[in-house]
């Protein structure tokens, strides 16, 4: 065997070279690679991707927006799509021949790689691998191809052993091919360390993180007027009623806002500062806007404040009657907007927070009445923001399926080139020793394992 071992070393070497280096690069994540093979089954990637395509993804630390990705679909399974958006820890993805998003938006956990390159067609060659009658054709012609070799094989074999004298007494392993074994061992493992290690050498040592943090401006609006006259269910009138303005003219509105954020830590949320006014804008279809102060500029601590405001409607319902009185121009619908406006600043997670929201809730005045338009967005008032930071982070590169630090990597892989180096140095030391004695020494080296021992014809 270590003869075989010794005559075959330099090919042996390649050959493991070769395996580690397609190993590296193709391995399945299934056997703890970092590649994906995923066959297209629909058109939603055309015209670039086919049905019948076979497409590789590589696993990625991090995922950014326009990459095609590869995810895990609870019930439909692998799925390959864009990324058009994120939003709260998770992808929304969209297929680039459709016109919707995907329903199941994946966390980043549930990606499994970034798309590297594709196979046009074959997934289909495949597919067809999969069928009894091609798999039986397919195993039945790789039988006959080993079998062929292993019949030349056994018959070579064969051939060397009647042409071999066979000597009583064989010779043992020699210190010169047992140093060797250790050289070529050791010098394997250098060439595996420099090749990682020079991989390592050209990726950076860190990269630059954006870290997204999501926040809502959360506001919360309602109204509520005396029932003089009983003409409501309630004894009071309530959000979404309307207001008669020969029943009532005073309507109480009340407007809450609070900020939330996950990351928000109570110091945090406790240092926020902001201020916030509150206005209204009644407006014509022709253009004309009358504005008006229902809440001054006010500041406001922490992360959330409630404001109370004591509106006059019929007021508002005259100054529509003196309008159209002195131009002449009537119309039987106008737009009555409440407009809170509020400014907030601090800090999450140390980085710089400085927002505005600045909601529209909307009413309609007619001849007789104030009412809310029939919409069911008139009172869905939350906002969502991002706020982004950018930091540097170590960066990290994967090898054999595991995740280590670029410079972790370059440390690990500099240490065991330089002691495989330096493990190698003695035994390469004697053997160059031994083959500078004599000839007969460096025969004896360099060809052990090919000498036998021939025993006198005189003592036979």
Excluded at 338 to 348: K, Q, R, W, Y
């Amino acid at each position: 065997m270590i003869l075989f071992f010794r005559n075959n070393a330099k090919s042996i070497i390649l050959f493991l070279l070769i395996t580690l280096g397609l190993w590296y690069l193709f391995a399945p994540s299934q056997l703890a690679g970092t590649v994906s093979y995923v066959i297209v089954n629909g058109n939603s990637m055309e015209p670039e991707h086919r049905v019948g395509d076979l497409v590789l993804t590589r696993e990625k630390p991090h995922y950014d927006l326009q990459q095609k990705v590869v995810y895990q679909h609870p019930v439909v399974g692998f799925v390959f799509h864009r990324i058009v958006d994120q939003e709260k820890g998770e992808f929304i993805l969209k297929g680039d021949n459709n016109d919707w998003l995907d329903s199941y938006r994946p966390t980043e956990s549930e990606i499994l790689g970034k798309y590297w390159f594709m196979i046009p067609g074959a997934g289909d060659l495949i597919r067809k691998l999969r069928e009894p009658a091609f798999f039986t054709g397919f195993t039945i012609i790789i039988i006959l191809i080993l079998g062929s070799l292993f019949l030349v094989g056994r018959q070579e074999y064969f051939k060397k052993r009647k042409e071999r004298v066979i000597m009583k007494n064989q010779p043992t392993i020699s210190r010169g091919e047992i140093r060797q074994d250790l050289l070529l061992f050791l010098g394997i493992i250098a060439i595996v360390s420099l090749i990682l290690g020079i991989f390592a050498f050209t990726k950076p040592v860190t990269r630059i993180v954006t870290d997204t943090m999501f926040y809502t401006h959360e506001g919360d609006f309602s109204y509520t007027s005396r029932n003089k006259d009983a003409i409501y269910d309630t004894a009071t009138v309530r959000t979404g009623d309307p207001i008669y303005f020969l029943i009532t003219c005073d309507v109480l509105m009340d407007f809450n806002y609070s900020f939330s954020a996950r990351y928000l830590s109570p110091v945090e949320r406790q240092s926020l500062t902001g201020k916030y006014k509150i206005s209204a804008q009644l407006s014509d279809v022709d253009g004309w806007t009358r504005s008006f102060e229902l809440h001054p500029v006010t500041d406001f601590s922490g992360d959330s404040f409630e404001s109370k405001i004591s509106l006059d409607v019929c007021s508002i319902h005259d100054l529509i009657l003196e309008k159209e009185e002195k131009t002449g121009a009537e119309s039987r619908i106008y737009d009555f907007k409440v407009l809170p406006l509020v400014t907030i600043s601090g800090e999450m997670k140390n980085v710089a927070l400085r927002d505005t929201y600045q909601p529209v809730i909307t009413f309609q005045f007619n001849p007789t009445l104030m009412r809310m338009p029939e919409k069911e967005e008139t009172l869905l008032l939350d906002v969502e923001g991002i706020l982004t930071d950018d930091y540097v982070d170590l960066n990290t590169i994967n090898i054999f399926g595991g995740t280590v630090e670029v410079l972790r990597a370059r440390q690990i892989t500099l240490f065991v080139f330089i002691i495989s180096l330096l493990a190698a140095a003695y035994p390469a030391w004697t053997l160059i020793r031994d083959i500078r004695i004599s000839d007969i020494s460096r025969i004896q080296v360099q060809y052990h394992p090919l000498l036998v021992d021939v025993l006198d014809p005189g003592n036979i």
